[in-house]
């Protein structure tokens, strides 16, 4: 199940090599327990009678300062921004009425307070030495160093072989565009792949951030890994959907629907592309189209979108594009010697690929 972007930002905070992560591992070392709570100054202020007795103290953010005063009762308030400590032994007084799924004093609290005013709550058990963050809704335990990093390789090797079939798919979808041979099953498995692609980054995404500067390798293997392929995805879409799209936020919601589905049959994202008129696999099979060039134009050949538009335009689909010469491609608004050259070369390597 994928993190929500602005609990991600929360976790981030928390990552290892930050200052607040290692006050944390300190905190966790010496088997105290701690509740620390992120908040505006401003709110702070506003929100008195939730944040009672304690002791002022305005002062910058330090690990070492942040371990000494978990030393003592109540809770330790941090601006933001992770840069003051605003305030030390202060007694929380969240609404009662707020309905929390935990048994311990301290985490109970956590949760309504971080419910209540919308913030960052962090709560250090001092018996099972495990940081829970707290954030509106949201409740997130940090993950142990060594797990994360299992999770993380395992899931980058499932993504390599993801990715690896991903493209045998693209590399076969070349030659069936040149040869004007794509049936609808062709294209819908791609895409299919592609979002599955996706949805295990955006599970993946939290454990790397959370790795900190542990995950550096991880995170730089995952970039490498996801190059390109939501742009694949989405000139897939402007490709073969139905009807022409003039409104791009349709296939930014084509994506979006496809992430949610469950289980990504055929025939559904093929409705989500427009045919609603198939009603079995054996159709989605026999069911012949023509690539319109987004993907040709946009990934192979790097030809900006507005002037893909006018390629598009002009030759209508993949098999035209190909039979065009140079002097027809020129024709075209925007395109340049430079540019026709580029779309030329990229057909060229397409076919060369019939050919192996």
Request: avoid cysteine.
């Amino acid at each position: 199940m994928s993190i929500p972007q602005e609990l991600v930002s929360k976790i981030k905070l928390l990552a290892p090599g930050t200052k607040l992560r290692k006050a944390l591992d300190d905190i966790v070392l010496a088997n105290f327990g701690a509740l620390i709570v992120f908040i505006p100054e401003e709110k702070f202020k506003e929100n008195e009678e939730i944040f009672q007795a304690g002791f002022k103290l305005d002062i910058p953010f330090m690990p070492e300062k942040l371990y000494e005063l978990a030393k003592m009762d109540g809770a330790i308030l941090v601006d933001d921004n992770v840069t003051k400590i605003l305030a030390a032994n202060v007694h929380l007084v969240p609404d009662a009425s707020i309905p929390t799924s935990e048994t311990g004093t301290r985490h109970r609290t956590a949760e309504r307070v971080a419910k209540q005013i919308g913030e960052l709550v962090i709560a250090v058990s001092k018996r099972r030495n495990i940081i829970s963050l707290y954030y509106k809704n949201y409740r997130y335990i940090i993950n142990d160093i060594n797990f994360l990093i299992t999770r993380v390789n395992q899931a980058l090797n499932t993504l390599e072989k993801y990715r690896q079939n991903f493209d045998k798919m693209i590399l076969n979808l070349d030659i069936l565009e040149i040869e004007n041979r794509v049936n609808l099953i062709d294209v819908v498995e791609i895409i299919n792949k592609g979002i599955e692609i996706l949805k295990i980054r955006e599970e993946i995404d939290p454990y790397v951030i959370e790795l900190g500067v542990e995950g550096r390798l991880a995170s730089m293997q995952l970039e490498e890994i996801m190059v390109d392929i939501e742009d694949i995805i989405k000139n897939l879409i402007l490709d073969y959907y139905k009807e022409d799209i003039e409104d791009e936020d349709v296939v930014e919601q084509i994506i979006s629907t496809l992430k949610n589905y469950k289980e990504r049959r055929p025939i559904s994202t093929s409705r989500l592309l427009g045919y609603d008129d198939i009603a079995n696999i054996n159709q989605l099979s026999d069911y012949h189209v023509q690539s319109r060039g987004y993907r040709l134009l946009r990934n192979v050949a790097k030809i900006p979108m507005n002037i893909t538009h006018n390629v598009v335009k002009a030759f209508g689909n993949v098999f035209s594009l190909s039979n065009a010469d140079f002097s027809a491609l020129k024709e075209v608004e925007g395109i340049g010697e430079k540019r026709a050259t580029a779309i030329i070369d990229s057909i060229n390597s397409m076919r060369n690929k019939i050919s192996k």
